[in-house]
C-alpha cells in the first residue's frame, strides 16, 4: 500500500485502514535455510524485545509444557473444575487465532457454553502485520479483543497457556499467562484446539537472538522500532560508511507470501516516504530477500516470474539464492561460505509446531505434530476434542492459510452449536470441504498477484 | 473524558482527539511524600518496563552525565564541530519538549540554522497523557515527530544525550540516545537549553521499582498495560479474594492536576465501561489519592473545595491524607506506620532537576537546580546561552507548566530569529512578561475546574 507513510511511522502509528483487502492466503512456505533439524528447539519463542509483558510471559510460559494427561507434572494443579454448578454444554476453545476466532463469533452462545482460553487476549489479522511495520497501518487497526465479543462472565474467557489435556477427565491445565503461579484446570465437554504453529529457527540459536519473527504485534513493533532506530543512528556523525550501509541493510529471510509483501510493504515505504525526511539516506537503503528456491512457491509459475521480475528491476531490492546456516550479530552465513551483512533481519522461513502440540504425546499426529484430524474436524481416537487451522492434519492435506482456518471456525461453528440439543446431528455432521477463494499477494508499486481459483492476474487489475 | 473506552483499551488503542483544549496548567505540587533527602538519586529515570529501546537507552544514558566543558570527562569525544564549512548562525536547541518545540516550531529557519538535540524524537502532548493510560486517546494523538518540522538535513537532529556543555569552544559534548558508543560535539553559536525536569522519588527506592511515572508516552504505555493485566489476573481461577482487592487498587501518590485528572480519567472509565466487559470486578475497584496537603494546592480554595467534595461523593474513590515514607511491592508504607495494598501505583508527587542541569558545575543555578535566567532568559554569566521551561529560573519565579514553557519559546523565536542580521536587536530584546492564560483541570463526570484571570469557574461550564 503506497500511502504518506513516514511521519504515521515516526509517530508509531498511521491510520485507520480504508479497506481491509482479501486476506493474503498463506502457504506453508519452506524458505532459505538449511533443515539441521525438524524438531523445534528450546529458544523457540519470539525475541522481540518490547512485546507487553503479557505476551513475553506467555511467550514464555509456552516454551515449557508440562506433560499432558498427568497431574504430577502440574505442580500446583487444582482438580476443581471452574463454576462446577453450571450444567450447560460447555465448549471450550483453545486459541484466539483465526480458527477459534472465528468459531467463537460465529458459535450459537445461546445454546451452548463457550468460553476460550488463550494467551493473547486478541484476534490478530496476520496478513497484514507487514503494514503495521512501515506505518501504513496501525497495531490497533488489524486486532480485536475477544471480550468484544462479550462474554456474560468474565470467566468465560482465560489469559492463559494450557500446559496439558486430561482426556479422561476432560479437564484443560492451565497455568496463567499473566503470573505463572497461577494453575488451575477448566473442564470441557467439548474441547477444539486451534493452537496455530510457531515460526521455525530451524534451531539456529541466532535468529532468536538476532532476528526478528513477523507472527505477533510484538514482533511488528520491535521491527518499526528497530527501523527507525537505525534511520536515526545511521545520521549520527561519527557512524562509518561501511556501518550506515550495514544499518541500512534488511535482510528478509523467507520468499514466502510474507516475506514477499513485507519487502514489498519496505520498498513502498523507502520510496514514497524516507526521500520527505531523510534525503541523503535514501541511496543506502538495500532490502536483501533470501530464498534458495523460487520466491512465491505456491503460486503459478507466470505468477512468479511476474513478481520476480518486478522485484529484479529495483534499485533498492535483490533477491539471494542461497541457504542460511548461521546468523551472527551483525551477518547472516550462506551455505557457501559467503556472508551478508544486516542491520535489520526478518525471519519468515517456515513453521514449527507450537509446544503444547509436541508434549501432547498421547495425540495421534503427522510428522510435523499437527493432530490428526477426521473430516468433521475430530482429533482421531480422542474423545470430544476437536482441532482446526494450521495444527490439524486433514488428509489430503490443506495450507496453513489464514483461509482455511477461518472456514473450519465456521464448519465447527454450525456443527458444534448443536452440541447442547442434539447430539446425533453433531455425530453425523457432514464433512468439512474447502473451496478456495484464492490466493493474493502484494509486490509493492501497487501491483499485486492474484491466484484465483478462475482466472490467474498479476499488476494493478491483481 | 467520558467515552465507550474499554474495547478501545483492550485494544491498547483510542480515536483521534476530536479537539484539544486548554493545556491544564501545571504547578510544582509538593505531593504527598515526606522529604528525604531532596537531591535527586542515581535511579532517578522512569521504570517503564515496555519502553521503545531508543527511550530506555537515552534514559539509562542521562543518569550518568560527565562533567561539563572538560574535554577529558567525555572518552571518545571527538573534537570537530559537525559540518564546520556552514557559516550561517547556528542556533542550538537542547530539549524537544514545550519550550524547545515551540522555539522550533515558530523560528525562522531561513535566517538561522536551527537545529535540535534530543533523547526524545518527538514533541509530546503531556496534559493528555493521563487520557492515554484508559484508552480514551491514543498514544499516538498527542505526539508530534520533530522530523516534521522538515529539517532540510539529517544532521539538524541528534538523538542524543547531553552530557556536557564546553562553553569556552562553544560546543555541546553529545552521546548517541540509541548507541553509547557514539559520541561526538556539536558546535553551536548561540545555545537554547529546553532540558526539563524529571520525576522526584525523594529518594524512595521501591518508587523507580514498583511504580509508574506519568511524564513519558512509555509510562503512560506501561500504565494501560498493567491496568489490563490486573483485570485480566482478577478473574482467574484461584486468586483469593484480598489478592483480587489488591490488583483491583490503584493508588495515585500526589494531589496535583496531574494526579486528580489520572484519577478523574480512571474514574469515568471504571464507571463508563468497566461494567460491560467485566461485570462482577467493579464492585472491587478502587482509587486511592494520597496527598497529605490540600488536593490542587495551586488553585483557588473554593476550587479545592469543589473538586474534593467531587472526589469524596465517589463510592469508588477516596482521598488519604497521609506521607508516603517507602514503597515495597505490593503496599505503599505510610509515615504514621500504617500502610495500603495497590496493585498499581502512579506517582506523580513533583519535580527533580535533569542529570545535566545536576553535572553543569559551572552554570548559576538555583535549589532547586534550575538555571538562573535573566528577563531576556539568557543564562547568568554564561555567554550565548539561554534557558527555558521548567529548567530555567527567572525572577519572580514562574510555575513549571507547559504554558509557561510554550510563551518562552515562543518569545525566544521572535527575539533569535534575528542572530543572523541584527545582534543589536537581539541584545536589547525586551524582557519576557507572562500573561496566564489561567489553568484548569478536569475532575472526572464531565466535570472541570477552571482558574481563570477573569472568573473561577467549577463544573459543567468549567
Known amino acids: ?17 480504508s479497506a481491509i483487502g482479501v486476506a493474503a492466503a498463506r502457504s506453508l512456505c519452506s524458505g532459505g535455510v538449511l533443515v539441521a533439524h525438524s524438531t523445534p528447539g528450546p529458544g523457540m519463542h519470539s525475541a522481540a524485545r518490547d512485546a507487553p509483558r503479557a505476551v513475553a510471559a506467555a511467550e514464555e510460559g509456552v516454551a515449557n509444557p508440562t506433560r499432558s494427561g498427568s497431574d504430577d507434572a502440574h505442580p ?74 462479550r462474554f456474560p462472565n468474565e470467566g468465560d474467557f482465560h489469559q492463559a497457556i494450557v500446559t496439558g489435556v486430561d482426556t479422561s477427565k476432560q479437564l484443560l491445565l492451565c497455568q496463567s499467562a499473566l503470573d505463572a503461579s497461577y494453575k488451575y484446570s477448566v473442564h470441557y465437554d467439548t474441547l477444539v484446539l486451534g493452537v496455530g504453529m510457531r515460526p521455525n529457527t530451524f534451531n539456529i540459536e541466532g535468529v532468536t537472538k538476532y532476528g526478528h519473527f513477523l507472527k505477533e504485534l510484538a514482533d511488528a513493533r520491535a521491527i518499526r522500532v528497530h527501523l527507525l532506530r537505525n534511520l536515526e543512528l545511521a545520521c549520527e556523525p561519527g557512524v562509518s560508511a561501511e556501518e550506515r550501509q550495514r544499518l541500512l541493510t534488511v535482510v528478509i529471510a523467507g520468499g514466502g507470501a510474507t516475506g514477499v509483501e513485507f519487502g514489498a510493504e519496505l520498498h513502498d515505504f523507502l520510496v ?21 528456491n523460487d520466491i512465491l512457491g505456491a503460486f503459478d509459475s507466470r505468477l512468479r516470474t511476474f513478481a520476480e521480475r518486478k522485484i529484479r528491476q529495483r534499485r533498492d531490492m535483490t533477491i539471494v539464492r542461497k541457504f542460511i546456516v548461521d546468523v551472527t550479530e551483525k551477518n547472516v552465513h550462506f551455505k557457501d561460505g559467503t556472508t ?22 498421547q495425540f495421534p499426529k503427522n510428522k ?33 492459510t489464514a483461509q482455511v482456518a477461518e472456514r473450519q471456525g465456521r464448519y465447527l461453528a454450525s456443527v458444534l452449536s448443536n452440541l447442547g440439543s442434539d447430539s446425533a446431528a453433531v455425530a453425523s455432521a457432514p464433512p468439512f470441504v474447502f473451496k478456495s477463494m484464492g490466493m493474493m499477494a502484494y ?20
Chains 1, 2 share one sequence.
Request: hydrophobic letters at 40%; proline letters at 10%.
Open 1 to 17: 500500500m503506497l500511502t504518506g507513510n513516514l511521519p504515521k511511522l515516526l509517530a508509531f502509528s498511521g491510520s485507520a485502514p
Open 76 to 149: 500446583g494443579y487444582v482438580p476443581e473444575p471452574t463454576e462446577p454448578g453450571d450444567r450447560r454444554h460447555r465448549l471450550v476453545i483453545v486459541g484466539s487465532g483465526w480458527g477459534g476466532f472465528s468459531l467463537l463469533k460465529y458459535a450459537d452462545a445461546k445454546r451452548v457454553h463457550v468460553s476460550m482460553v488463550s494467551a493473547r487476549p486478541f484476534f490478530l489479522f496476520t496478513p497484514l502485520l507487514a503494514s503495521t511495520c512501515v506505518g501504513t497501518l496501525e497495531f490497533r487497526s488489524i486486532q480485536e479483543p475477544v471480550r468484544n465479543m
Open 272 to 292: 514514497q516516504d524516507l526521500p520527505k525526511l531523510y534525503p541523503h539516506l535514501q541511496d543506502h537503503i538495500r532490502i536483501v530477500l533470501v530464498e534458495p
Open 340 to 361: 551478508h551483512p544486516f542491520g535489520v533481519l526478518v525471519w519468515v522461513t517456515g513453521l514449527a509446531p507450537s509446544p503444547l502440540a509436541v508434549s501432547l504425546s
Open 368 to 400: 510435523q505434530h499437527q493432530f490428526v484430524v477426521d473430516q468433521q474436524l475430530r482429533v482421531t481416537g480422542i474423545p470430544n476434542v476437536y482441532a482446526l487451522g494450521d495444527c490439524a492434519a486433514m488428509t489430503p492435506a490443506l495450507p496453513c
Open 443 to 462: 509486490v509493492g508499486d501497487h501491483d499485486a498477484i492474484s491466484d484465483l481459483p478462475v482466472t490467474k492476474l498479476s499488476g494493478k487489475d491483481a
